[in-house]
């Protein structure tokens, strides 16, 4: 397997050695939420990690189910929600792999990607498109995070891995997935890199 696998993420959650962890739920899910973008309906959380999103979006009337690879990440959201008296639906699985009892109306996809290394892209496109119903939205937050080895020499450098948003338009192609026209909003991240909000339509 390229990339990072589930030892290497389950020992991260057990040195707690999440920089990527905000401490509370993404600020634009709860722009998209407060505006209305997003509505209670059922929606997957992928790479759920701590669970701040996947307990916000219980909280706000949501059916969630939040998978994470690592089962130090899943017991992390267990814990979270057992807390606050949510409930949610938590698996422990690799997300390219995984496929839901039928398909859901949203995916909030923030960390699993860019975990991900790229050779595994096109394998996890095709998931989120199965999850997904047509007409269903993906509500993606795109990791901008290049590297000077990437840009000069074209090294695969990560995790995170850079989601070059050009890039991303080749992987979300226009036969499955409906884009936005930029500008994109842009939200500062712990780790020093920030993502690109954008909600992808499936066809």
Same mark, same amino acid.
């Given at each position: 397997?390229?990339?990072?696998?589930?030892?290497?993420?389950?020992?991260?959650f057990e040195r707690g050695d999440t920089p990527w962890?905000?401490?509370?739920?993404?600020?634009?899910?709860?722009?998209?939420?407060?505006?209305?973008?997003?509505?209670?309906?059922? #929606? #997957?959380?992928?790479?759920?990690?701590?669970?701040?999103?996947?307990?916000?979006?219980?909280?706000?009337?949501?059916?969630?189910?939040?998978?994470?690879?690592?089962?130090?990440?899943?017991?992390?959201?267990?814990?979270?929600?057992?807390a606050h008296g949510l409930h949610a639906r938590i698996?422990?699985?690799?997300?390219?792999?995984?496929?839901?009892?039928?398909?859901?109306?949203?995916?909030?996809?923030?960390?699993?990607?860019?975990?991900m290394h790229p050779s595994h892209w096109r394998r996890?496109?095709?998931?989120?498109?199965?999850?997904?119903?047509?007409?269903?939205?993906?509500?993606?937050?795109?990791?901008?995070?290049?590297?000077?080895?990437?840009?000069?020499?074209?090294?695969?450098?990560?995790?995170?891995?850079?989601?070059?948003?050009?890039?991303?338009?080749?992987?979300?192609?226009?036969?499955?997935?409906?884009?936005?026209?930029?500008?994109?909003?842009?939200?500062?991240?712990?780790?020093?890199?920030?993502?690109?909000?954008?909600? #992808?339509?499936?066809?």
């Amino acid at each position: 397997m390229h990339g990072p696998d589930a030892a290497f993420w389950q020992e991260r959650f057990e040195r707690g050695d999440t920089p990527w962890d905000r401490g509370g739920p993404s600020p634009q899910l709860l722009a998209w939420i407060d505006s209305g973008r997003l509505a209670p309906c059922r #929606i #997957i959380v992928p790479g759920c990690g701590s669970g701040w999103e996947v307990a916000e979006l219980a909280r706000r009337g949501f059916g969630v189910t939040g998978i994470d690879l690592a089962p130090a990440a899943c017991d992390r959201t267990r814990s979270l929600l057992a807390a606050h008296g949510l409930h949610a639906r938590i698996e422990q699985a690799d997300a390219i792999d995984w496929r839901p009892s039928a398909p859901v109306d949203a995916v909030f996809e923030q960390t699993c990607l860019c975990a991900m290394h790229p050779s595994h892209w096109r394998r996890y496109e095709a998931s989120l498109a199965a999850w997904t119903r047509p007409g269903g939205s993906l509500f993606a937050m795109i990791a901008q995070r290049p590297r000077a080895g990437s840009v000069e020499e074209g090294l695969i450098e990560g995790p995170p891995y850079h989601c070059d948003i050009n890039a991303m338009r080749m992987l979300f192609e226009d036969t499955r997935w409906s884009w936005p026209s930029p500008p994109y909003p842009r939200s500062s991240h712990p780790n020093g890199m920030h993502e690109f909000g954008l909600v #992808i339509e499936r066809r």
